[in-house]
């Protein structure tokens, strides 16, 4: 056994059987150690971004981490953005991290890098494996730590001696930390200043929104206090069956009309909220002017039981609401937009899809109609860094390929990691992918004149549009190897929607609007 049989074999020890992977000359240890270790599934991603969004749509589903497998620190540097994603959705990751040999460092070759430095600011963990005695001991502390809570990605630093060399002893079992819930007395204050408020809310992120804490907020809702969700949510259960609280605007001054008059804001599983973005003359922090703030249960903290002890403290009923099952009468007929589009997919769309959305400004029209679709999951983009649809649905289906995957993308988005669509491909995976084509970040149109930088002139133009040329989105889809249909009416885009449904594998579908 040497270093890399010891990393893999202390993986597998812990759960860890998916490696999203784009590996060099350093990592070939560990390439050839994974075939003695067919209990791990090694998915190759020609993007490093590929392989850290995957990784996190994974982590979202599994619950439990998977890993990646990057070159040194230029290949950790390529897969940032959608660590910071992860970060920001609190995933469990184990990123093995390539390394010159540690007799080689101090030479400085064209690859050497401040690899330290560079996985500091999204690691909430990291530590290099400088023998391969340690190699073992570290990567079970990796695991642990990935886990939080309230969990995040880790980096492993894995220098090419320390693969090579032999390493003995046996796999290192890690101790999964649990979530303390919240104490008693943050209950009862809660309680307390819930029931003197004359307007309250309670404002959920994190794990506070998975399906058993949002039992509990549906018996809060049903004692008359209104419940929110923070406005992009890592992994929230939504459609008919469930409870779906209200989701905080994400243009400040809209969130803020919403809360007018709100005298007492609850946070659970999440922070006081703030806008996405600093504008001229608008605030930052979302929580109106006389309103108190108090916190259920820290984003470490068990959500789930503060709220069901909560609710019972205010002895609210045993059940809250729930959304009905109300699909559209008719199938979406004239000319696409994202709303036809969303009524095509609340038709169609199986129990138990997995939507990973990065759809941007169509986003909304999805999720109006798809409110009271069948029962499904649905993947926000944590934080901000768009890109993170199509390598999110990759890691999903990986984690649940008994689950339709929905991967909905802006097309300015979808360029970020279009590499993707290949690993799609080549894995088979049973993931319907919709590009809604604008041919502009059209996101960016609507922030010019937020931050009162006035109208878009020709030369500023030509930073917000993707025209000239137009991207042949169907011919691009062929090429990385996936069937593709380019739709621009809701009757073409509602048959190629059901097609897709009633089969398995991969499918490519422009969405003309």
Known sequence: MNGADALIATLLANDVTACFANPGTSEMQFVAALDGAPAMRPVLCQFEGVATGAADGYGRIADKPACTLLHLGPGYGNGVANLHNARRAYTPIVNVIGDHATYHRQYDAPLNSDIATLVAPNSIWAKSADTPQSVATLTAEAVAASYGPPGGPVSLVLP???????????????????????????????????????????????????????????????????????????????????????????????????????????????????????????????????????????????????????????????????????????????????????????????????????????????????????????????????????????????????????????????????????TMARENLDITVVVFANHTYRILNVEMERTGAGQAGPSARKLLDLGEPDVDWVSLAKGLGLPAVRCDTGEAFDAAFAGAMNQRGPMFIEAKI
């Open 160 to 422: 090419a001696d320390s693969a090579w060399l032999p390493a003995t002893g046996e796999p290192v079992i890690a101790q999964r930390p649990q979530r303390p819930a919240p104490s008693g007395r943050a209950v009862d204050d809660a309680a307390r200043a819930l029931k003197a408020a004359k307007k309250p809310v309670v404002l959920l992120g994190g794990q506070a929104c998975r399906a058993e804490a949002l039992k509990a907020a549906a018996r809060l809702k049903a004692a008359g206090i209104e419940v929110f969700t923070d406005t992009f949510v890592a992994r929230q259960p939504r459609g008919a069956g469930g409870f779906t609280p209200r989701k905080m605007q994400y243009f400040g001054e809209m969130a803020l009309a919403e809360l007018e008059g709100v005298d007492l804001m609850v946070l659970v599983g999440t922070t006081v909220p703030v806008a996405f973005f600093a504008y001229p003359d608008r605030p930052s922090v979302l929580v109106p002017e006389g309103c108190a703030t108090l916190t259920l249960a820290e984003r470490n903290e068990d959500a789930a039981a503060g709220l069901a002890a909560l609710a019972d403290a205010l002895g609210a009923p045993a059940e809250g609401p729930a959304q009905p099952l109300t699909l559209p009468d008719a199938a979406p007929t004239g000319g696409l937009n994202a709303y036809l589009a969303g009524i095509a997919i609340a038709r169609h769309m199986p129990e138990g899809a997995i939507v990973c959305d990065d759809a941007v400004t169509s986003g909304g029209g999805v999720a109006a109609a798809t409110a009271t679709a069948r029962p499904h999951d649905h993947l926000a983009l944590t934080g901000g860094a768009i890109g993170i649809g199509l390598p999110l649905a990759i890691g999903a289906a990986v984690a649940a390929p008994d689950r339709k995957v929905l991967s909905l993308n802006g097309d300015g988005a979808a360029m970020y990691t279009v590499q993707a669509l290949w």
